[in-house]
């Protein structure tokens, strides 16, 4: 039998160490920047065409290389951060492994223009499918200009598992965020399509937040700051009423390095017991400063994942730490016994005389006289007007939480509801023909704004909407910009009226009928949240399903409640008259059947 077995070229083995390391552009953006950031720069340039599938340029102001170097960094395993086993734990910069800028040059061309402070030329450099073509000395600027063209263009497979601009610019995006968080003392620009995004001066942490997530962090967030000998822990955690519905604002780091760790995010979260809504997510920026050999990076190539030496230790500390901030910046209120009227009793002096308190008893009073009747009509309302004024009350409360006028039906056209009733704010029960339904309400006004919406979306035919008498302001960060910028269209289709002011601030005129004056950047937060969770094939949907589950949600959670008897009729003639109305967007059931047959099973 011949020998089968045989060395792979280092052509082939970069190839297949790139289908790890750079598993898509924001890979290669990361892997660069992180470089930019060991050279010591104070000004780092990115610069992105379509999505990075053209172009990524990283510009930086760092030491440079010189020539030979500038030529060893692209094969495998050349580095400059380590030289020994050992070193790899204790190493404090960004990479280590030397596999990065192997592994791009195997899958894209390269261009390189490298200059130290000591030399008077640079070098330029340029590779193809891991093939230098030249190396000749040029003019540039002190420091390292990498620029990636045609990212996977002899990997096919590769390229056709890539998702849209879009999608692959919000990772490009995430990316940036996270190496702009970890050094606000560096200056970092960011292009888009010959567009500016960012430019971010350096300074203090807080102010990068501000800077790449809007102003209105400056109120959302409080300092941490704990010292310990075994660890550091410094940053900023959201309040409690500015949670989310999605993890959004989440960043843990560790000596400057983005990770991900669960363990870490269930001590933070459970510091927030009590005082988050059911599923909400707060907004933190941690940093952990411990010492390199307390910690095990190289767990995986993207390392993100780190092990700790006393893990345990750390989710206690990470757990106080957090709760004591809460309170210091009084987001927990102290009880604060001084100011508690139960415990300013005056003091009792050694003359006074104490006797025991005395009820004065009017035993010929008679409650049933013509006096005591007036009197104490008098002093309040009769239980008769007592009723009457609740009655009145829940009169005024259906009037003013009425659902617009257009959606009661006449009732000639009402399907025949033997009965119906309401059973709490979250069921109802009806009657039609020998059958019993039991509604579930919420569901059922799921169902009826989903179909609503998506109608609406398919045909491009705008939802009524409400002018509001303030119109409100909202700044977002530039993603989260570029999504409702993205989203416009649709979203006036539901009945918003929103205008782009530029800088990453958009002014709402007009919201749907139902949503609450104010309440609209609420909304418009659940929308971004879900657009960045949703697949590409729920966003490309044509009736976009996402932004009409969204909009069903929000809708119904606004309309959950107890129900004149008109709009009971309203809704279920809307619920049985829709398509498929026994199933809600999510796939749960809005409503279950009971039968005499199935009644008799019981008994």
Known sequence: ?????????DHVINQIAAGEVIQRPASAVKELM????????????LIIKDAGKTLIRVIDNGCGMSDTDARLCFEKHATSKISTADDIFSVTTKGFRGEALASIAAISTVELKTRTQDSDTGT????????????????CETGTSFSIKNLFFNVPARKTFLKSDQVEFRHIMEEFHRIALAHPEVEFTLFNNDEQLFHLMSGSLKYRIMALFGNTYDQKIVPVDEKTNLVSITGFIGKPEYAKRTRGEQYFFVNRRYIKNNYLHHALQSAYTELLAKESYPSYFVFFEIGPGKIDVNIHPTKTEIKFEDESMIYAI??????RALGQHNVIPPMDFDQEVAFQINPVKSTDILRQPQIKINPDYNPFTEEAKANLKNAGFTQTARNEHHKGERQTFIQT???????IIPKETILHFKWHEQWGKEYLVVAIDEKLFLVNQRLAWEKIFFEEASVALKKKENLPSQKELFPQTIQVSAGDADIITTLLPELKCLGFDINDFGKQTFIIYGIPPGVESGASQGFLEGVIENYKSSTESEIKNPGNAFLAKTYARKMAAKNSRLLSSEERESL?????????????????KVFVELSPDKIETWF
């Open 401 to 407: 939480q009425k659902i617009a006028p257009e959606l």
């Open 34 to 45: 992180e470089n930019a950031v060991d050279a010591g720069s104070t000004k780092i340039k």
């Open 124 to 139: 330029l450099i340029e590779i193809e499918h891991s093939k230098f073509q030249r190396q000749e000395p040029c003019q």
């Open 572 to 588: 279920l003639e809307r619920l049985f008259t829709s398509n498929s109305p026994e199933v809600a967007p999510e796939g749960k």
């Open 1 to 9: 039998m011949p020998d089968v077995i045989k060395l792979l070229s």
């Open 318 to 323: 990470l757990k106080s730490t957090v709760k």
